[in-house]
């Protein structure tokens, strides 16, 4: 029991200290941008977030398997996204003194990747996938199509976070909408399969102990009344 509560203590300490990162990364294209596009703006400290508010929910048995799903599914599409980016600019970013830190990115958001499939939920119902597919093929409009006026008057097209090389940008908008449908239709077989993940068993025993302990203290409280 003891790995398991370090695990899932060990993940919400990472995961907290990536989310600041991230924010402070997009804290000047959130500072530009109008507050009703935030939520499309940093897309993997937003999910990080998430995830990390559900995973400790869930742990402490509070658990929506909607929000599991789509924080889960963040988790992978972005983390992988991140990883895809960085390769795709590699002649920008890993170059110079970005080397070191797109490198350290390069690895976290493998990580971050890793992480998804601990939340997703057994045998998910199939709207579930539905909504997870309309939500996050929203996300992509917005990243790529949608126009708004920025604090600065001026327009700009998309939330995506900024990268060199404009004339990629068509293939990086194709990679993400097949992010979408992949890792969408991948956590949803994933939740009906008897696949094994790294550390999923350790945060179900976490979840577990919660459980158990929060139970015997409402049958303590039940027996002093």
Known sequence: MEKSLFVFSFIVAVNILGMLYGYYYYKEQLSSSPLYLWIFIPDCPLYVMLFTAVLILTVLGVECELLSYI???????????????????????????????????????????????????????????????????ANDYVDYFYVYLNRFGEYVVGTRPLLPAPERMPLMMVVTVMLTLLMCISAYLFSSSSWGWPFRKEVEEAADYFQNTREKRNGRRRRKR
Do not use: Q
């Not at 080397?99 to 057994?122: D, K, Q």
């Open 71 to 137: 924080a889960a599914v963040g988790m992978m599409k972005y983390g992988i996204w991140t990883v895809l980016a960085l390769l795709m600019f590699g002649d920008y970013f890993f170059y110079g003194s970005l080397l070191l830190t797109s490198s350290a990115l390069f690895v976290l958001h493998i990580g971050m990747f890793a992480e998804g499939p601990l939340l997703i939920p057994r045998k998910l119902n199939r709207n579930y996938l539905i909504a997870g597919l309309l939500w996050f093929l």
